[in-house]
């Protein structure tokens, strides 16, 4: 008991640490001036370092794998508690922590090297914090001295159970079943009255809408806040802070709606957890892949479907009278679903989505495996976006550089955006059987679906791991047929 | 040199501590949702906690005494540095680690408190918070044990070397030369063309404005940014991110455009100390007093003049052409300059402001010499208005609820809101003497004035006292009779 008050006492020193940098991280994402970066890399470096020995304490080592020694005494929840806490210990401890300061300040600092980068097309101004990463994270790894493939033990890190073995059966299956029909639509020669998409949209217009979206998806503004950020995130510490950004292309709309859906989904899964988590090791989402089969629901099953634009279609011609005049219901739906071989992850449509997260995870695979060099990623990218989406990059800025996870060493992230998706068909289809989805949607009555996934999903935070929900909720383990076969209804009816 | 290094070293540590609660207070105050406000109490709680700790630790004591005593074998610098830390170590050493928390959850909580009591006008519901905090703050000054008479302690927590003598004898001479003077204005029956003052300004339009503002005032953009909340602030850590906000009233343009000028000059003063001060114990401006104779000096000795109009009204009427057609610059100037007596000291005018400092600085005496009480404050605020002012607030939120100072715990600080005014215009007979300010404002040259106030005052930093500064800036000790001077040259001219 002792032991467990102890835990308990430390943790919240530890959630108070990753507090502050945590709103610090918010700050520098959607505000903070170029000039804070030099100073604040210095001082959130010493505070990093101070929670690493929060971390890494011989008292915490000792009341961890103490409890862990007495696992069959815990109560299922602490059992579960200490289980996570052990799997970050046994590898956080590995690192020295100089190395792991020093780590620190260099993603923090890199993240606007980026920037920079990317606004001036530079893949080389980027390439050297980008290699420095590279060696720091295969460093850790080996430090963890885990008997595994690096990029299993990266893989790990953001979705529970998952390695190279399931994922390349994914793919594998996606690459079978999903990459010929996405062939098919491209080619299906289906003209679109789709000027309207790249018409001028006034930012401040789409913020207005972005603003209905937030009402519309019944996300709780005295518990979280919308922002702008040149990458849309959403950013959470507990359930009553969630916030979430977006951003506004002026020439291209839907980056703004989509963006907007897509973020109220990870923050209505953040507000939706029991506070009862806060205090403990579980709280949060479960996952990255849950997490973003949430985002994935709400962007492309919702707000993608034609229910949803029958409701919400008036409200945006009401704001967009000139812009939309002459586009019809129907037009909007083709354009909102519209498939092309782009080159933009974030600006991608729902089918072809997948894909570039495919070319990312096969690029990390061999980044990991020693295969290639961080100075050939440029090539390699445009290579396989000849190869899955027919297209090639004419520049790094809408090549290699237009993600940010590389530069705040974010290496086996990437999958877990396509796994997510296809957890989201399975959610859906087993949803189907207790709503009727369609006209939920169609009554604008969306809180009845955060009801459901707050019952089923979202209430237990980190309490259960992916593998578990899954089953608990769907029935059975993890099958992309799901996706496959919502995407060929879908598509195949719009395009073939 | 051991013992130096060793004070830098944790001097750095609680730099750190310090600037990530900081930050946490810049996001408290322009945008964390409601719903943020309990649990962030919490986290900021353990963060203040174990601030407390490095800087009471037995390690750091023996640092600074141990420096303390070879006192004389320090540089310059060392020794400013370890009397500063000396100073504030007296005070801290001396308070429980349980109280300092919960002092800092109950300050934490507290401005939310406030802030729906002036919103509801409604005195009893902060009531019960304003006498816990009155009470830490007497109970903390009480285990200090300075000789010295409890609100003195307080005032020389906000300007190094101020007590009641010093402020009673400046507050006397305003009685005495200002009231009269004050009273003869207000009774001038001049009659004013200001109906423009209170008409309709939308929000957009006027912070169009505040940019604008913000390029003539010469702000490094790059080091820092402007947002917007209820009460305007400057914030800063160091000088490459300093940041402030102005606030929008549609009814009441020139709050926002003195509210911007006002923090751009408290902005200006931290972007141009010199950066060597970061890691010292001399980072910041030096006192509340002589930072606020900088914002009030671009406030009023810059902002409210009429070649500064001259220049920049045209600017203001191609933004509000309706509003301001029938306005010429001399009804504008004249309205800017508008004396009246009014409820609210944020808005109140160059003349009366001191009027409205003092009746705080009365109340707050009385406070600590336990002459009221907290609950007898809305009775007491309504006299003292009637008596200075001949006005009587018809409820408290334009009375005793309007400041967020003491919400915060902010005692002793608002004379020096009125002794900044006096300072400012001491500066300004001396900058006079070498530079010709009317032309240089004509020219829109404000960053002329920017350099001499940077190469007299602002490079030190915290390293010379604010008694320093008068002394070696302009020669002389303090003396209140430049500004009523100035005061008597404008107002004369506009109303006698």
Redesign the interface.
């Known amino acids: 008991m002792e032991q467990i008050s102890k835990f308990k006492e430390m943790l919240?020193?530890q959630?108070?640490?990753g507090?502050?940098?945590n709103?610090?991280g918010?700050?520098s994402n959607t505000?903070?001036?170029?000039?804070?970066f030099?100073?604040?890399a210095?001082?959130?470096?010493?505070?990093s370092g101070?929670l690493f020995e929060l971390n890494t304490s011989e008292e915490y080592q000792e009341v961890v794998y103490g409890l862990f020694k007495k696992f069959n005494e815990l109560d299922d929840i602490t059992q579960r508690e200490i289980k996570k806490a052990k799997k970050d210990l046994d590898k956080i401890i590995k690192i020295p922590k100089n190395e792991f300061v020093e780590y620190n300040k260099l993603i923090n600092l890199s993240q606007l090297v980026w920037e920079d980068a990317k606004a001036n097309n530079d893949f080389n101004a980027f390439k050297g914090n980008l290699e420095k990463i590279v060696a720091f994270t295969k460093k850790f790894v080996d430090y963890y001295k885990i008997d595994d493939h690096p990029y299993n033990v990266l893989l790990d890190g953001f979705e529970d159970g998952m390695s190279m073995k399931e994922y390349d059966e994914f793919f594998n299956t996606l690459k079978e079943d999903l990459v010929p029909f996405v062939k098919e639509v491209l080619n299906s020669g289906k003209v679109l009255n789709d000027a309207f998409i790249t018409d001028f949209y006034p930012r401040?217009k789409q913020k207005e809408f972005a603003e209905y979206l937030i009402d519309v998806l019944a996300f709780?503004?005295?518990?979280?806040?919308m922002?702008e950020s040149v990458h849309p995130f959403t950013w959470n510490?507990?359930s009553?802070?969630v916030?979430f950004t977006t951003r506004y292309l002026e020439d291209f709309m839907f980056s703004s709606i989509f963006a907007a859906i897509h973020e109220l989904g990870h923050a209505t899964y953040e507000q939706q957890i029991d506070p009862k988590w806060?205090d403990t090791y579980l709280d949060g989402g479960t996952s990255m892949g849950i997490h973003e089969s949430q985002s994935r629901f709400y962007e492309n099953i919702i707000g993608r479907s034609l229910e949803f634009w029958e409701v919400h279609y008036p409200k945006l011609k009401e704001i967009f009278p000139e812009q939309l005049k002459n586009v019809s219901l129907d037009d909007f739906y083709r354009g909102v679903n519209k498939v092309e071989a782009s080159f933009v992850r974030v600006e991608a449509d729902e089918l072809t989505y997948s894909l570039h997260i495919m070319i990312r995870y096969e690029i990390e695979r061999m980044l990991f495996s020693d295969e290639v060099k961080v100075e050939d990623l440029p090539e390699i990218w445009n290579e396989k976006m000849v190869e899955y989406l027919g297209i090639e990059p004419s520049n790094d800025t809408e090549g290699v550089l237009q993600d940010v996870h590389w530069s705040v060493g974010m290496f086996g992230y990437f999958p877990t955006y396509a796994l997510g998706s296809a957890y989201a068909a399975q959610f859906y289809y087993t949803m189907k059987k207790d709503l009727n989805i369609e006209e939920i949607v169609k009554a604008n009555e969306i809180k009845t679906i955060n009801n459901w996934l707050k019952e089923k999903i979202h209430q237990y935070g980190g309490s259960k791991t992916p593998k578990e929900l899954l089953v608990e909720v769907t029935g059975e383990e993890f099958n992309p047929k799901y996706y496959i076969q919502l995407l060929k209804d879908k598509y195949g009816k719009l395009y073939l």
């Open positions: 919240m020193k959630k108070a640490y507090y502050v940098l709103l610090a918010w700050d505000e903070a001036p170029r000039g804070a030099a100073r604040r210095e001082m959130l470096g010493v505070i101070e401040e709780n503004r005295d518990n979280g806040l922002k510490t507990h009553t802070d916030r806060d």
